[in-house]
């Protein structure tokens, strides 16, 4: 079974400019997560998505955005890039996002911004 | 916010010996996870103990957990350099909920040759 895809694996962009990524979870997983690893601020959960719909939401300001298509893939969207948006960009996925269920990560973008 | 913290931020030995780490956290919890992560690459889920239980093992991994204290630890008997990596904890809350597992900071592993 293919894991969790995500890309692109790095990306460099300037301030101002906006990114997409793209995650695709493992065949039959319905729920994906997005977070962001800093050095500083470790792992910051971003959102959720499950059967196209956002289920959860982090702290993020509105520049970070996603989405989730019919068939569970899922993007994510930062806009007017800043500085303090580089960062490795995960993806995880699970069956439905229930509580006894382990998440399966991707091995992330890292998203360096100049 | 981080709601669990782990014990020691780095930790090295040498292969053979044995690694604990820990985890504290500060509210109530459904399960706790951990989870490890190679230099560049994705987390990878290790264990899951649910707040009822004491106890777990996979291979050489043990993990406790005591809700009284609100703490868990990771034993990773008979090290190998391939279990260089960083480890993390994350806690589901007890209530709220909310499915997502608060992560903590980690706890860097170097295992010597």
């Known amino acids: 079974k293919a894991g969790v895809t995500q890309t692109p694996r790095y990306l460099i962009k300037t301030r101002g400019q906006q990114v997409t990524l793209s995650c695709s979870p493992i065949?039959?997983?319905?729920?994906v997560s997005w977070y962001q690893q800093t050095p500083g601020q470790g792992l910051q959960f971003l959102f959720e998505?499950?059967?196209?719909?956002?289920?959860n939401k982090g702290n993020f300001p509105g520049r970070f955005s996603g989405r989730q298509f019919s068939n569970s893939r899922s993007e994510m969207n930062v806009s007017t890039l800043e500085l303090g948006d580089s960062a490795l960009y995960l993806c995880?996925?699970?069956?439905?996002?229930?509580?006894?269920?382990?998440?399966?990560f991707g091995d992330g973008t890292r998203l360096s911004i100049l | 916010s981080q709601q669990g913290e782990e014990d020691p931020q780095a930790l090295s030995i040498q292969e053979g010996e044995n690694a604990t780490m820990n985890c504290s956290y500060k509210?109530?919890?459904?399960?706790l996870q951990w989870y490890r992560q190679n230099s560049g690459r994705g987390l990878v889920h290790l264990i899951l103990?649910?707040?009822?239980?004491r106890e777990k093992h996979s291979g050489r991994l043990r993990v406790t957990l005591d809700t009284s204290k609100k703490s868990s630890s990771l034993l990773i008997t008979a090290s190998r350099a391939a279990d260089t990596a960083s480890y993390f904890c994350?806690?589901?809350?007890?209530?709220?909920?909310?499915?997502?597992?608060?992560f903590g900071r980690g706890t860097s592993l170097i295992v010597h040759p």
């Open positions: 103990i649910r707040s009822n239980e």
């Open positions: 994350a806690t589901l809350p007890a209530s709220g909920g909310s499915y997502i597992p608060t």
């Open positions: 065949s039959g997983h319905r729920s």
């Open positions: 998505y499950f059967s196209e719909t956002q289920r």
């Open positions: 995880a996925s699970s069956f439905t996002g229930g509580a006894d269920q382990p998440q399966h």
């Open positions: 509210t109530s919890i459904n399960n």
